[in-house]
T-cell receptor
Framework: GENVEQHPSTLSVQEGDSAVIKCTYS??????FPWYKQELGKGPQLIID?????GEKKDQRIAVTLNKTAKHFSLHITETQPEDSAVYFC??????????FGTGTSLTVIP | EAQVTQNPRYLITVTGKKLTVTCSQN?????MSWYRQDPGLGLRQIYY???????DKGDVPEGYKVSRKEKRNFPLILESPSPNQTSLYFC????????????FGPGTRLLVL
């Protein structure tokens, strides 16, 4: 099956700085790579995703990049704000099959 | 309001006492899934279902059962709970061709004594 590794497990940044979280996957059949944000006491919520036929995708301050050859993808958050503090999960999957999450990154944005 | 609901939200039980955690969605989603979340391990998929009467094992199915008799409901059954099933459980749903966009329920925190 798929193996998704996520780094770092914790990340602290100053407000206004950028944050980068990296994930690797093992199964070349995986074709979608979402990122979820989990706030305290809540379920994960999708913030951005990328499909295997796209190399980069942006949505305001959030961007995701995918390197299919190296089997890694990254989340970039620019101009971080205190409300960005949360746990972030990467995931990988193949339509109609299992869905695999990384182990999570706890992001703290220091005002 | 489009949502995934889970009940109960909190549950304390004893080893061996059968329990069911219900999950319901009102978005007409084909795909439904159960995950458990444990510190340092992220979310691990227990079972998933691509449609009514179709269920498949995820990464950690041992000790759990599911059923999908109706499209909107996907209960998780622990026939004989054990302490290692103490965890935070999430139900999620999505359209089959948009599995990356899974909607998660609020979670059920289970303690097995």
């Amino acid at each position: 099956g798929e193996n998704v590794e996520q780094h770092p497990s914790t990340l602290s940044v100053q407000e206004g700085d950028s944050a980068v979280i990296k994930c690797t996957y093992s199964d070349s059949a995986s074709n979608y790579f979402p990122w979820y944000k989990q706030e305290l006491g809540k379920g994960p919520q999708l913030i951005i995703d990328i499909r295997s036929n796209v190399g980069e995708k942006k949505d305001q301050r959030i961007a995701v990049t995918l390197n299919k050859t190296a089997k890694h993808f990254s989340l970039h958050i620019t101009e971080t704000q205190p409300e960005d503090s949360a746990v972030y999960f990467c995931a990988a999957g193949n339509t109609g099959n299992q869905f695999y999450f990384g182990t999570g990154t706890s992001l703290t944005v220091i005002p | 309001e489009a949502q995934v609901t889970q009940n109960p939200r909190y549950l304390i039980t004893v080893t061996g006492k059968k329990l069911t955690v219900t999950c319901s969605q009102n978005m007409n989603h084909e795909y439904m899934s159960w995950y458990r979340q444990d510190p340092g391990l992220g979310l691990r998929q227990i079972y998933y279902s691509m449609n009514v009467e179709v269920t498949d094992k995820g990464d950690v199915p041992e000790g759990y059962k599911v059923s999908r008799k109706e499209k909107r409901n996907f209960p998780l059954i622990l026939e004989s709970p054990s302490p290692n099933q103490t965890s935070l459980y999430f139900c999620a749903s999505s359209f089959l061709d948009k599995q990356e966009t899974q909607y998660f329920g609020p979670g059920t925190r289970l303690l097995v004594l």
